[in-house]
């Protein structure tokens, strides 16, 4: 806090606070206790072996516990790591309904260096075999397809 006082007047003093803004959560205003917890999924870039194995399956998992509460219509939560050399993202994946009532999956990507983004819904998740790109960043064969609401994907993990 810094204080400043005229020269002419030194009864009076003028304070100048300095506040740091309180940061985001990803959950926005979510109460995640009515929601299933899925936890926190890792990268697996930098893995190798028996580690790598181990992360590559917990993404699986992790796409399961997506797909099912999808088709179960249950409400669920998951942040999921994706490869960046410098910004370290972390997707945070909501499976709800929206405020009308219909399910989606809401996501927002948290980048270290910016903060949250709301990024736009999906109204429904699919199978589909990776494309190249999907191959080189997930290591598998088969990834989730998320489907915005003009039908065209507007993610897949």
Request: net charge neutral; charged share 35%.
């Amino acid at each position: 806090m810094q204080v400043f006082r005229p020269p002419e007047d030194e009864k009076t003093s003028r304070f100048l606070v300095y506040t740091r803004p309180i940061p985001e959560k990803p959950e926005q205003d979510r109460d995640l206790s009515a929601y299933d917890l899925g936890g926190k999924v890792e990268e697996c870039s930098s893995k190798e072996g028996s580690e790598m194995n181990q992360c590559l399956t917990s993404r699986e998992k992790a796409r399961e516990f997506i797909y099912n509460h999808w088709r179960s219509k249950t409400k669920g939560y998951i942040a999921v790591d994706f490869p960046c050399a410098d910004c370290g993202p972390i997707v945070h994946i909501f499976i709800e309904p929206n405020e009308y009532g219909k399910w989606r999956v809401a996501t927002r990507l948290e980048d270290g260096r910016f903060g949250l983004f709301q990024r736009d819904d999906a109204f429904d998740v699919k199978y589909k075999r990776a494309n190249e790109i999907e191959l080189r960043r997930e290591s598998t064969n088969r990834v989730l397809t998320f489907v915005g609401k003009d039908g065209k994907e507007v993610r897949s993990f």
